[in-house]
């Protein structure tokens, strides 16, 4: 596959049962500590979010840091036949990973959910017709990748001007400048 200059994205969360996160480039440490608190932050006590990610994702953390601590770790694979070492579940796709989080022993369990990569967990997720946010770390300088976040339709998602506990101005670090956005998609119950 060619290569394309684009610019890279990480996505973050989906509000009512769904969430996101990465592609590729990181701009470093305050970043990744911002992804952190924003994915291991329950907004209720004594529960814990879920990280919902596919197998490539989860194989491009490294052991030391499987699972991602105080988080739920789901992995989303067709060819895999057992949890990988460190996951708490496997789950063919994206829709049997919601079921799981809907069962009762789950849902007594987990507050958000947070889809965290890659490309046809985050594309499977957007398309979900639920009222959802997306939480982008929009990097402000272009790499090289052949690894996309599925287009954002701005018919569908409205930029929030601002949102709790994220910083609004552009952050800088090793040189990279980011900025982080908050994407909202209402949806109307029929």
């Not at 996101?20 to 911002?34: D, L, Q």
């Amino acid at each position: 596959l060619a290569k394309k200059k684009k610019k890279i994205l990480r996505i973050r969360e989906f509000i009512v049962k769904t969430r996101c996160n990465a592609v590729h480039a990181s701009p470093g440490r305050n970043e990744y500590k911002y992804f952190q608190r924003m994915t291991s932050t329950s907004r209720v006590e004594g529960k814990q979010n879920a990280l919902i990610m596919g197998r490539k994702t989860w194989f491009s953390i490294p052991e030391k840091n499987r699972p991602l601590k105080d988080r739920i770790n789901i992995v989303l694979s067709r060819e895999l036949k057992e949890t990988p070492k460190g996951a708490h579940y496997l789950s063919k796709s994206l829709d049997d990973a919601l079921a799981l989080l809907d069962s009762p022993e789950l849902k007594r369990k987990v507050d958000m959910v947070w889809i965290v990569g890659g490309t046809s967990v985050y594309k499977a997720a957007m398309e979900k017709p639920i009222h959802h946010r997306l939480f982008v770390t929009r990097i402000l300088k272009e790499f090289e990748s052949d690894t996309f976040f599925p287009e954002i339709d701005h018919k569908d998602y409205k930029l929030l001007t601002e949102y709790p506990g994220v910083p609004a101005d552009i952050q800088e670090e090793n040189g990279i400048q980011y900025k982080f956005e908050v994407y909202e998609k209402a949806v109307v119950a029929e």
